[in-house]
């Protein structure tokens, strides 16, 4: 595999399906995978809606790997950028393609003035923090998740 032949892209209403896979994959491997119950249509609905912004990994044609993010409000810090999520397939980690995600967020975020870009990890989750953690970013364990589901 060569990554650097891999192109890192905003998402496009085509790539919804391969980005739907990647979701469940990653609920999968968060111990999770019963939990999804997004739809093609639903992302495909919110996607051009603008809910959410989307990047992508290309292996030539095959979608191996996404970021999904969207704006979110602090009443303390104004404007900000909330990862939800960021995926690479399996055959494709610790090649660098996260961090290109990573990176091209980070450079969206900072272009449209965004206060922060923030996101969630969870504690067992010892590669994604690492992974983090070369970024020099603030791990927060302080605040706990609250949600009530409609």
Do not use: H
Request: hydrophobic share 40%.
């Amino acid at each position: 595999m060569n990554t650097k032949k891999i192109a890192v892209r905003e998402g496009r209403k085509e790539d919804l399906p391969a980005v739907l896979d990647l979701i469940k994959e990653l609920a999968a491997y968060e111990r999770a995978a019963e939990e999804v119950i997004n739809t093609e249509a639903k992302l495909q609905e919110d996607f051009e809606a603008g809910r959410f912004k989307l990047w992508v990994a290309v292996d030539e044609s095959d979608i191996v790997g996404m970021a999904l993010c969207y704006e979110r409000y602090s009443t303390w810090k104004g404007r900000c950028l909330y990862l939800e999520d960021i995926v690479v397939r399996e055959l494709y980690r610790r090649s660098g393609i996260g961090s290109r995600l990573f990176s091209t967020l980070i450079e969206y975020a900072k272009a449209k003035g965004y206060y922060s870009l923030n996101w969630q990890v969870l504690d067992w989750n010892e590669p994604a923090l690492n992974f983090y953690k070369k970024w020099k970013a603030e791990i927060d364990t302080t605040w706990w998740n609250g949600k009530i589901v409609l």
